[in-house]
């Protein structure tokens, strides 16, 4: 249960307000909204919406997107590659892409986020501030050990090429594994993968008999690593690679 409310207009007040009240940090509110109603806590949240994080535009030759722009946002700007605004139209139900947030779901590191796996080869950075100011890290490091503070916004790298397969139990449903594959403007190839590990990752394709891909009652340890192999070979070509 919510029981403090703190809606700040600045950064510094937001930052003193989490530290002083054990204070999560609110955005959409359609993963912590439930997750806090169960547990029955009293809690305080603080919420992002006025301190104008919600801008996508140009930052030298990469993409700026403010950590408070909604998923419905990305969709819909010409500014974001084609590859992420379809990825982010397969996130979620279009009531939850209305009001979860990019900083939302990156902080939330979910498993299947195909938006995730997405930024994840436009060797997307993410911005972070705390008391001791901001800081930039590349998602990988993110996901993999969060950075406590607030995420202000990500800058992604423009340009290339980009192909997503992904198997799922039906066209609508999220998938079991997915695979992205982009080639850059000066010709590296980046694969990300879903499902595959405790959050989306970035792999060489050599690495993927390494993945241990926890099982579910959608797919066996062995039946993912199969799709892995089977869904990165087939982006890869599709990105003019040949593996
Ligand atoms: C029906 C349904 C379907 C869903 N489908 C998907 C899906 O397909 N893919 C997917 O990835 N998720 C899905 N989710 C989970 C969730 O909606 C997403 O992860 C969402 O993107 C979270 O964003 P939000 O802005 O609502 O974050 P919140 O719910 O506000 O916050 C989520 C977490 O991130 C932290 N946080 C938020 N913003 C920041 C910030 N700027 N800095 C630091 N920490 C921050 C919060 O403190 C909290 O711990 C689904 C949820 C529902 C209810």
Do not use: C, W
């Not at 989490?18 to 009293?42: F, H, K, N, Q, R």
């Amino acid at each position: 249960m919510i029981r403090t409310y703190h809606r700040p207009t600045t950064l510094e007040d937001a930052l003193s307000l989490l530290e002083s009240d054990d204070a999560a940090v609110l955005a959409g509110g359609t993963s912590l909204i439930p997750s806090l109603i169960p547990a029955g806590t009293a809690t305080a949240v603080v919420d992002l919406q006025d301190l104008d994080l919600d801008t996508i535009g140009l930052d030298n030759d990469r993409i700026a997107i403010g950590a408070m722009a909604r998923i419905r946002d990305l969709v819909e700007s010409d500014l974001v590659p084609l590859i992420l605004r379809d990825l982010a139209r397969r996130e979620a139900p279009n009531t939850i892409r209305n009001a979860a947030t990019l900083g939302g779901t990156i902080a939330s590191r979910d498993p299947e986020s195909e938006l995730v796996a997405g930024l994840l080869v436009h060797d997307t950075r993410v911005t972070i501030v705390t008391g001791d100011g901001p800081q930039t890290v590349a998602l990988p490091d993110y996901l993999a050990t969060p950075t406590p503070g607030i995420i202000t916004g990500v800058t992604i790298e423009r340009g290339g090429a980009a192909k997503a397969q992904r198997t799922g139990r039906t066209p609508a449903d999220r998938p079991i594994v997915m695979a992205v594959a982009r080639r850059t403007d000066d010709g590296a190839v980046h694969l990300a993968l879903t499902g595959i590990a405790a959050f989306p990752v970035l792999v060489d394709v050599g690495e993927l008999t390494a993945f241990d891909p926890p099982g579910d009652f959608r797919g066996t340890t062995e039946y993912r690593r199969h799709l892995a192999e089977t869904l990165a070979a087939r982006v890869i070509t599709a990105v003019g690679e040949s593996i």
